[in-house]
């Protein structure tokens, strides 16, 4: 480990941190642009197989950059359309990222350092940062915007050139440092571990953005919401916004197992995805037979159609997620983890008067507002497991075989689980207990 990774686990002050060298080289979890066709060929795209934990080059940073010392990071779905190169190989995004020039050629590697999660310590800022500081414990936004483009101060999302960072960008969070950007930052709260605050930015503000933010579906107190995966890392904090927000929220799991987990998180009815023939990544022949059995099951649960179906899983549950919806209902959706080319019958759509919105990650007031529900404690990370650095391409499997619950956690720089708590006496407040109520279940 380098002496500025050391410093920073030592806890040394800024003036030390800013004395210290920055490594020429550092450890990530990456891809490298000749494994590209690896996978011809093959049934299983096994991220195993592409995913490569070594060192790579530090890039030089931008003056409207701060170099973070990564204590933990996240694994993401996007991870795993990364390392198997679907639907197309990132690189094609961190070329047309270098096509724009000046500082944007570094991201145009022969490798590309992934993740989409991070929480850490701000080790370097350039010439042009104001508000952050060397010192600083801070978690990182995925949405990478330019501040110099009129759309992105309408939102954040809405610019042409927002991107994903760790996924559309390089230097991403699986990694003992990671490149950011200032409108990528937002302090850590001061009462969760590194793992805790780290697994909740992607998934979290991509959740409030669907169904909170005026963006979204605009939940409202009584709303019946439908959340597909209701115990992933969407779905776990799609549940808590819902009962949070006074709405009623039916899960769909495919498990009993998973059904516990997502009544723990305040579900108030659950459904298993095989009670409507649902039992793979493959549309029901007749969605609208499964419909309505989905629907039977509802209305026997809480009484209702859904006003609002959450949905991420795409090409499998679209169909029925667009005939299960009541009339003048919204479908929010804000990915296809089964196939982005979906079927549904439209007259259920247009002559019932519903809606279909997409949504796309969270804009930087919206993360904001999600880190202050954290701080108060009314959303809890969805946190379930840990994994080492190392162990990166293990913990992306676990996600890419759907395997996992809620969020896996990667440590970066932390050598252990636990780490990082800065205000204990919330944190016992809140009841230790109570901050990752899947962690049990992991």
């Known amino acids: ?167 559309e960008t390089n230097f991403g969070g699986l990694a003992h440092y990671g490149v950011v950007h200032t409108s990528q930052l937002l302090p850590k709260p001061a009462h969760l571990t590194w793992e805790e605050a780290a697994c909740n930015p992607l998934c979290a503000g991509t959740a409030y953005r669907m169904l909170v933010s005026e963006r979204g579906a605009r939940m409202t107190q009584g709303d019946v919401v439908l959340i597909w995966g209701a115990a992933g890392g969407l779905g776990a904090y799609a549940t808590q916004f819902v009962r949070n927000g006074g709405g009623i929220a039916v899960g769909i799991v495919s498990s009993e197992e998973k059904a516990r987990q997502a009544l723990a998180l305040g579900c108030h009815a659950v459904i298993d995805r095989s009670e409507i023939g649902l039992t793979g990544s493959e549309p029901p022949a007749d969605p609208s037979v499964a419909g309505k059995k989905l629907g039977r099951l509802i209305r026997a649960a809480v009484g209702e159609d859904p006003h609002i179906v959450f949905e991420h899983v795409g090409r499998a549950t679209f169909g029925v997620s667009v005939f299960v919806l009541r009339r003048g209902g919204t479908v929010v959706t804000c990915g296809s983890s ?31 507002a999600v880190g202050r529900l954290l701080d108060l404690g009314h959303i809890r990370p969805a946190l379930s497991t840990t994994y080492a650095l190392d162990e990166a391409p293990e913990a992306a499997r676990l996600v890419q075989r759907n395997q996992h619950t809620g969020k896996v956690g990667v440590l970066a720089l932390a050598p252990k689980p636990g780490l990082g708590v800065t205000d204990p006496e919330r944190r016992a407040r809140l009841g230790e207990d109570r901050i990752a109520p899947l962690l049990p279940f992991g």
């Open 338 to 368: 089964t196939g982005y080319r979906h079927e549904f019958d439209n007259r259920y759509l247009w002559m019932r008067l519903k809606r279909v919105i997409g949504s796309h990650g969270a804009n930087l007031q919206e993360q904001a």
């Open 1 to 167: 480990m380098d002496a500025l990774a050391e410093a920073v686990l030592a806890g040394a002050a800024a003036q030390e941190l800013e004395r210290l060298p920055v490594p020429a080289e550092y450890t990530a979890a990456h891809l490298r642009a000749e494994d590209v066709g690896m996978f011809a060929g093959s049934a299983d795209h096994d991220v195993r197989r592409s995913l490569t934990v070594g060192r790579v080059p530090m890039p030089e940073l931008a003056p409207d950059e701060v170099l973070v010392a990564v204590m933990a990071s996240g694994i993401n779905y996007n991870t795993v359309w990364s390392a198997m190169f679907e639907p197309v190989p990132t690189f094609a995004f961190l070329q047309a990222l270098g096509r724009r020039g000046g500082w944007a050629t570094r991201h145009d590697r022969p490798f590309h350092v992934v993740g989409s999660d991070a929480a850490g310590v701000i080790v370097r800022a350039g010439a042009g940062v104001r508000r952050w500081h060397v010192g600083d414990e801070v978690v990182v936004s995925p949405v990478y915007v330019d501040p110099e483009e009129p759309a992105t101060h309408a939102d954040g999302m809405l610019g042409e050139s927002q991107l994903a960072w760790g996924f």
